[in-house]
């Protein structure tokens, strides 16, 4: 596999091609240390599998660079790396394209898995961005006194079972996230949570779970 690795730091990049080359002997690792020289080893010869792009480096212009080279690439997937794993930062980067959004604090383990998620086409959300933010659970959803502590359903934030309560009833994710007045990829990340908590491949069968586990549509 060849990873195209740009970011402006010279320790960050050694120190992430140090580790991948340890981990994984078959990734071949390419350098930039700014987003023209980026470009400039995409739109070479040489086949990239993968693109690792630092959000703050020069050339980037916030996420005008991945808007670039997703234009330029489609196929290619675009990874953003950064120091800021701010909610805004995150939801606007997959938003514009990227396959991941990879957290500078993130563990060697933890960015090996990562890169294997949005090789295998998938998209990685980093952890803290599925945690509760502040929605409002309305009344009568669910009772979660009447619920066994085990229960899944306890595990999903308020703002998470806003999102099924209007799954269960059919709901698109764009009119869910008119419904609570919030973005169609906002949706897409707390669906993930939800799956995950559940067990669920997909939303049919999120709803059969949740209904199972004592969810009332």
């Given at each position: 596999?060849?990873?195209?690795?740009?970011?402006?730091?010279?320790l960050?990049?050694?120190?992430?091609?140090?580790?991948?080359?340890?981990?994984?002997?078959?990734?071949?690792?390419?350098?930039?240390?700014?987003?023209?020289?980026?470009?400039?080893?995409?739109?070479?010869?040489?086949?990239?599998?993968?693109?690792?792009?630092?959000?703050?480096?020069?050339g980037?212009?916030?996420?005008?660079?991945?808007t670039?080279?997703r234009?330029?690439?489609?196929?290619?997937?675009?990874?953003?790396?950064?120091?800021?794993?701010?909610?805004s930062?995150?939801?606007?980067?997959?938003?514009?394209?990227a396959?991941?959004?990879?957290?500078?604090?993130?563990?060697?383990?933890?960015?090996?898995?990562?890169?294997?998620?949005?090789?295998?086409?998938?998209?990685?959300?980093?952890?803290?961005?599925?945690?509760?933010?502040?929605?409002?659970?309305?009344p009568g959803?669910i009772?979660?006194?009447?619920?066994?502590?085990?229960?899944?359903?306890?595990?999903?934030?308020?703002?998470?079972?806003?999102?099924?309560?209007?799954?269960?009833?059919?709901?698109?994710?764009?009119?869910?996230?008119?419904?609570?007045?919030?973005?169609?990829?906002?949706?897409?990340?707390?669906?993930?949570?939800?799956?995950?908590?559940?067990?669920?491949?997909?939303?049919?069968?999120?709803?059969?779970?949740?209904?199972?586990?004592?969810?009332?549509?």
């Amino acid at each position: 596999m060849n990873i195209l690795l740009a970011d402006d730091h010279d320790l960050v990049r050694d120190g992430i091609t140090s580790f991948l080359q340890t981990a994984a002997p078959d990734v071949t690792i390419a350098q930039a240390k700014d987003f023209a020289e980026a470009l400039a080893i995409v739109n070479g010869e040489r086949s990239i599998d993968l693109t690792i792009l630092d959000l703050n480096m020069p050339g980037m212009n916030g996420l005008s660079g991945l808007t670039v080279m997703r234009q330029k690439y489609p196929d290619v997937p675009v990874v953003i790396l950064s120091g800021s794993v701010k909610r805004s930062d995150v939801l606007n980067a997959l938003e514009h394209g990227a396959s991941g959004y990879l957290p500078k604090t993130l563990s060697g383990k933890s960015l090996i898995n990562a890169l294997r998620l949005v090789m295998s086409g998938e998209k990685y959300i980093p952890s803290a961005l599925l945690e509760d933010d502040g929605g409002t659970i309305r009344p009568g959803e669910i009772d979660l006194d009447g619920l066994e502590p085990d229960n899944p359903l306890r595990q999903l934030t308020n703002r998470e079972r806003e999102v099924l309560a209007l799954l269960t009833k059919g709901l698109s994710n764009k009119e869910i996230a008119k419904q609570l007045s919030v973005r169609e990829i906002t949706v897409k990340v707390h669906l993930t949570g939800i799956f995950k908590k559940l067990g669920a491949a997909n939303r049919t069968q999120a709803v059969k779970i949740a209904m199972q586990l004592g969810w009332e549509a």
